[in-house]
């Protein structure tokens, strides 16, 4: 019997071959955002990487906040990317990790490379520093304050800690390489004075590290092993290495923490930026973070998406070097795929018009059988009502029928899904020209299911009986952005699509009744939605539309 071939991306290939090489015994991952806003679907992806290679690895997957800059910081945000990291099933070993609860650690480590004569506070203003670092082409030039002797440095150093300087005055500065080609290695800014309330620590520090301090001093202090990260951080793996290294946690870049690095997952016509997203909730564009037009992990699952089908996103997506774009219409595709099988079926009519059976008892309800979902037989059956005054979709009905349009029209014969076959006996109209009601004959003889073979019709409808019928608030939603225009104006507005919302009233089959907010479901026709979780209450629903039916997607080859 032939080995089974299993295909693995460039990580695992590197992580097995740590492992094969004995450097490494146990698999530890993290994922580390900065809580300065809600995550979207390009996060997702890292946190299912970085979750995945822990679980294949037997290994462990912290979850940890990289909280050093307070200014944009909030436990809003906090709070939000613990409920998404838990909502994807990404499970973090012990509790929630914080950057912060590091500072004495990083402090420490600083001091340590003052002694070391590898770091000195200089004083140059930021204007000052950017002038003097060089460019692509030119090398840097060393601060007059470079030189400064080891026991000055600690002083000046501690001075900022206790608070003797103004914020902005001096930062502490490791000495690396002014010359460096690479400009990140050109004396990287470690520590500024910030008077910043922290949402964690406080008013206990009013200096605070920078990331590409912090980051390697937490990936080796929690003893990560393989520290995932984005391209643009390609640059910085130097400076990582240099500060695990001359802060003594490992002695060459080989040895663990290891930095690497894969290509971000670009969605197309979608709106990621955490400002532009910002700007949109305070200008009251969208309803929040959480607004079902965005690509929050937050607004996807309040629009129906499901954890399974985000993961099987990212599958689809794989895991390169390379920078690529995935249309949105994949994550539509995953979707369906995963609620096809999932999703009882039921009937809503969005659109409403009254249709009236003239010759059927005016007190009689049948109750019909229904197959609550026929890809899926194991999720029942249940009954739906049926009586003399129904509703149907305005667009099944039609008074002059256009060619080869198989539904209502007078004259013309259809099935009710589920029920009987009707046939159009004629129509109402309002003052203003709308049809308000249509009238048909029913033929008690071809009840569905009841074995009747006689004449075929070539069109079926479905409806909602009116007395036992649900009254629900639909959201259709198109892509938040024009897809025509791109998605950003020179002057970083988005090019905002009009119709991205349409809210209408409609009736559902009262079946509906027994689920709660959250749940999903198949609209016969009209697509998947979800009972919205925010706004639904006990006497009105609001329903999402996830997607439609169908699509013009097609899976790659």
């Not at 390009?42 to 912290?62: D, P, Q, R, V």
């Not at 089959?509 to 999903?520: A, L, R, T, W, Y």
Request: hydrophobic content about 35%.
């Amino acid at each position: 019997m032939e080995k089974e071939v299993v295909s693995k991306n460039f990580i695992e290939r590197i992580i097995d071959q740590d492992i094969e090489e004995g450097r490494c015994t146990k698999v530890i991952t993290r994922f580390p955002p900065e809580p300065n806003g809600y995550l979207h679907i390009g996060h997702a992806k890292s946190i299912l990487l970085n979750y995945g290679l822990a679980e294949k690895y037997n290994g462990a997957f912290n979850l940890r906040f990289d909280d050093t800059n307070p200014t944009k910081e909030d436990i809003e945000y906090v709070n939000s990317i613990v409920e998404d990291v838990k909502w994807l099933n990404a499970r973090y070993d012990g509790d929630v990790k914080f950057a912060s609860n590091y500072f004495q650690d990083m402090y420490e480590n600083a001091v340590k490379l003052i002694k070391k004569g590898k770091a000195y506070v200089c004083d140059l203003s930021p204007e000052q520093i950017r002038e003097y670092h060089g460019t692509l082409t030119e090398p840097g030039k060393e601060s007059p304050y470079r030189n400064r002797s080891v026991e000055e440095n600690l002083r000046l150093f501690e001075g900022m800690k206790n608070g003797e300087f103004e914020d902005g005055s001096k930062v502490l500065r490791a000495k690396i390489d002014m010359a460096s080609p690479n400009i990140n290695m050109r004396d990287p800014i470690l520590y500024r004075v910030a008077r910043i309330h922290h949402h964690n620590t406080k008013d206990d520090w009013c200096i605070y590290p920078m990331y590409d301090f912090a980051h390697p001093i937490e990936d080796a202090l929690e003893g990560i092993t393989h520290s995932i990260c984005t391209l643009e951080f390609e640059d910085h793996r130097p400076l990582y290495d240099w500060v695990v290294i001359e802060c003594g946690f490992k002695n060459k870049p080989e040895e663990f923490p290891k930095q690497i690095e894969f290509a971000k997952m670009y969605v197309t016509n979608v709106v990621t930026g955490k400002r532009y997203i910002k700007r949109l909730v305070e200008q009251k564009v969208v309803d929040g973070w959480d607004d079902p037009r965005l690509v929050t992990i937050a607004a996807l699952r309040r629009r129906g998406f499901t954890p399974e089908s985000i993961k099987m996103f990212m599958e689809l997506c794989s895991v390169s070097k390379s920078n690529s774009s995935v249309d949105y219409a994949m994550l539509e595709y995953c979707i369906r795929e995963d609620l096809k099988p999932k999703a009882p079926r039921i009937m809503g009519v969005l659109d409403p018009v009254e249709l009236i059976i003239d010759n059927y008892d005016e007190d009689k309800i049948e109750y019909m059988e229904v197959t609550t979902n026929v890809e899926n037989p194991e999720l029942g059956k249940h009954m739906v009502p049926f009586g003399k005054k129904l509703w149907i979709e305005r667009e099944d009905f039609m008074e002059e029928p256009v060619k080869k349009y198989f539904r209502l029209f007078p004259g013309n014969e259809v099935r009710l899904m589920n029920a009987y076959f009707v046939k159009c006996t004629g129509f109402e109209k309002d003052e203003n020209g709308n049809i308000t009601k249509v009238h048909c004959t029913y033929d008690p003889e071809t009840r569905s299911g009841s074995g009747f073979t006689g004449r075929k019709v070539k069109g079926t409808i479905h409806w909602v009986e009116q007395n036992s019928a649900v009254e629900v608030t639909a959201r259709l939603y198109e892509n938040l952005v024009d897809e025509s225009k791109g998605v950003y104006n020179e002057d970083g507005t988005v090019n905002l699509n009009p119709n991205s919302l349409t809210v209408t009233k409609g009736y559902v089959e009262p079946f509906v009744k027994e689920f709660k907010p959250g749940d999903s479901f198949q609209f016969v026709r009209n697509g998947y939605f979800c009972i919205d979780t925010k706004d639904t209450t006990d006497t009105e629903l609001y329903f999402n539309r996830i997607t439609p039916l169908k699509s013009s997607f097609k899976l790659p080859k």
